[in-house]
């Protein structure tokens, strides 16, 4: 299982689409599960922002971890989420913040840049850990549909 640690605004920040989105922190949330950007449901997703929640923003969120550093800085949360973890060689940092990166290489975590994890291009790190997704065309989809139902759904006066 791995662990995505994610600088919220700094990802968001690399992305048109979602920083002039009505609702950006939401509209991140929802950006990553429609593209299942951090892969497996069994990986563990933290999200850090810099300040402070909206009123009802994230009370029905319960698949990542939402985390608003109030006061301190949320270079300083993922710093100190890095430091306190137990296998920091399942943690997946992404940001493009140089002092985040250094601290997550240092301490042996891995690192995606923002723009990649929003390409999907980050997928490599899943196959490295032998877990590899196959990604089939709709075309390809039918046939093999098609093929199966020829198998398995014969008509049973044919036989």
Not at 31 to 38: A, C, G, M, S
Not at 81 to 101: G, M, P, T
Not at 145 to 155: A, F, H, Q, V
Request: charged content about 35%.
């Amino acid at each position: 299982m791995l662990w995505y640690l994610i600088d919220g605004y700094n990802v968001i920040h690399k992305s048109d689409e979602i920083k002039k989105s009505a609702s950006p922190r939401q509209e991140f949330v929802y950006y990553i599960k429609r593209k299942n950007l951090t892969g497996s449901r069994n990986n563990k997703v933290t999200i850090v922002f810099d300040g402070g929640p909206h009123y009802d923003e994230f009370l029905q969120e319960k698949e990542f971890s939402i985390v608003f550093s109030m006061e301190r800085s949320a270079d300083d949360v993922i710093k100190e989420k890095i430091a306190r973890a137990k296998n920091k060689k399942q943690i997946v940092v992404v940001s493009d913040d140089r002092e985040i990166l250094q601290c997550a290489r240092t301490a042996g975590a891995r690192i995606v840049r923002a723009g990649e994890f929003l390409t999907e291009k980050q997928k490599r790190i899943e196959k490295e850990d032998g877990v590899v997704e196959k990604n089939i065309s709709l075309s390809v989809q039918e046939e093999i549909t098609e093929e199966l139902r020829k198998i398995w759904l014969k008509d049973e006066t044919e036989t």
